[in-house]
T-cell receptor, first 113, second 111 residues
């Protein structure tokens, strides 16, 4: 079974731009969660989507948003990029909403200059 | 106070020894606990999950849970250089309905 895939793997943007990241969950998994990982703050929860609905949101500004499509694929968008948004963005899929066992994709490394 | 606490390390262990990693959490309502392994430059990989008090063994890994003390640990027996990685403790928070991670413990296994 194929794992979680994320595109693109690497991205360089400038301050003020916006970016869209994509995540395809493991086949049959219906929940996608997004995380931001930085050396200083570690792994932090952004939001979770299930059945095209956002179920939960972490403590991030409104510049961070996401959506999920009917095939469970998910995208997250960051608008008006700041230098501090440079991070590894990880998505994780699980069978059900709020499911305990989450499986991570390889991540998208975003660098904001 | 962080919700999930881990010693950042590095925890240096000789090859063949037991590595012992600890994690404490603040949400008393938490019922599900996980250990992830993350190699440098890679994404976290789920290696253990534990839901009940006591020990759970899987190969060279043993997870231990004590809900009364809000404490979860991971033992790596017969440590190998390939076990050198950062180990992340994760707790499913019932209150926040989300998975919260500790900062991770870096483990170095020296031949």
């Amino acid at each position: 079974k194929a794992g979680v895939t994320q595109t693109p793997r690497y991205l360089i943007k400038t301050r003020g731009q916006q970016v869209t990241l994509s995540c395809s969950p493991i086949s049959g998994h219906r929940s996608v969660s997004w995380y931001q990982q930085t050396p200083g703050q570690g792994l932090q929860f952004l939001f979770e989507y299930f059945s095209e609905t956002q179920r939960n949101k972490g403590n991030f500004p409104g510049r961070f948003s996401g959506r999920q499509f009917s095939n469970s694929r998910s995208e997250m968008n960051v608008s008006t990029l700041e230098l501090g948004d440079s991070a590894l963005y990880l998505c994780a899929s699980s069978l059900q909403a709020s499911s305990y066992e989450q499986y991570f994709g390889p991540g998208t490394r975003l660098t904001v200059t | 106070q962080k919700e999930v606490e881990q010693n950042s390390g590095p925890l240096s262990v000789p090859e063949g020894a037991i590595a012992s990693l600890n994690c404490t959490y603040s949400d008393r309502g938490s019922q599900s606990f996980f250990w992830y392994r993350q190699y440098s430059g890679k994404s976290p990989e789920l290696i253990m999950s534990i839901y009940s008090n006591g020990d759970k063994e899987d190969g060279r890994f043993t997870a231990q849970l004590n809900k009364a003390s809000q404490y979860v640990s991971l033992l790596i027996r017969d440590s190998q250089p390939s076990d050198s990685a950062t180990y992340l403790c994760a707790v499913w928070e019932a209150a926040g309905n989300k998975l919260t991670f500790g900062g991770g413990t870096r483990v170095l296994v020296k031949p």
